[in-house]
């Protein structure tokens, strides 16, 4: 089975804090995803990557940024955190191919929020 | 511009009862349709997906999903529903585009079972 972990479950931080999240796929994937979700807005990509290095923004990444330095792990990073970055954060990853058109594999995901 | 709209944001339904959860979609070309349940403090967990073929389609647990071309639809169904259906449901559109996309998720759908 495709196991996707994240590095924390619950995460309390305040306002101005550099915040990483990290997460790790064991199923080789090329494609992996970050998404915050928020109630009654479903789930936003913030970013993904489809190879090592490579990185495309979704559709909120204002205030994150990622890194992906090796395959298996993707991270998100809030520069400065703020009261408005208070939500799920959801890592997802995916098998080589179209990357939005296979079935993608999700962390258990972390609640962040910020003081 | 590409959505899903998920019309029902929260259903309640008798143990045993049938169930069908409502989601349409706009999108030009042939949509790759998908269904994730989220357990209460989980990740999501894909239920089933269509990308061509029968429109009808079986997946994990029981559940079901009907592609309707005309009316633009892929709704969920279970003929008879149990207290650990009791989850948040999402439907998603993955939207190819070249080399990438998007997958696009409705609002969710949160099922409570009654007893």
């Known amino acids: 089975d495709v196991k996707v972990t994240q590095s924390s479950r619950y995460l309390v931080k305040r306002t101005g804090e550099k915040v990483f999240l990290e997460c790790v796929q064991d199923m080789d994937h090329e494609n992996m995803f970050w998404y915050r979700q928020d109630p009654g807005l479903g789930l936003r990509l913030i970013y993904f990557?489809?190879?090592?290095?490579?990185?495309e923004k979704g559709d909120i990444p204002e205030g994150y940024s990622v890194s992906r330095e090796k395959k298996e792990r993707f991270s998100l990073i809030l520069e400065s955190a703020s009261t408005n970055q208070t939500s799920m954060y959801l890592c997802?990853?995916?098998?080589?191919?179209?990357?939005?058109?296979?079935?993608?594999?999700f962390g258990p995901g972390t609640r962040l929020t910020v003081l | 511009a590409q959505s899903v709209t998920q019309p029902d944001i929260h259903i309640t339904v008798s143990e045993g009862a049938s169930l069908e959860l409502r989601c349409n979609y706009s999108y030009g070309a042939t949509p790759y349709l998908f269904w994730y349940v989220q357990s209460p403090g989980q990740g999501l967990q894909l239920l089933l997906k269509y990308f061509s073929g029968d429109t009808l389609v079986q997946g994990i647990k029981g559940f079901e999903a009907e592609f309707k071309r005309s009316q633009s639809s892929f709704n969920l169904r279970k003929p008879s529903v149990h207290w650990s259906d009791a989850a948040e449901y999402f439907c998603a559109v993955g939207a190819r585009s070249g080399n990438t996309g998007k997958l696009i998720f409705g609002q969710g759908t949160t099922l409570q079972v009654k007893p």
């Open positions: 990557s489809y190879d090592v290095k490579m990185k």
């Open positions: 997802a990853s995916s098998p080589p191919g179209a990357p939005f058109t296979d079935t993608q594999y």
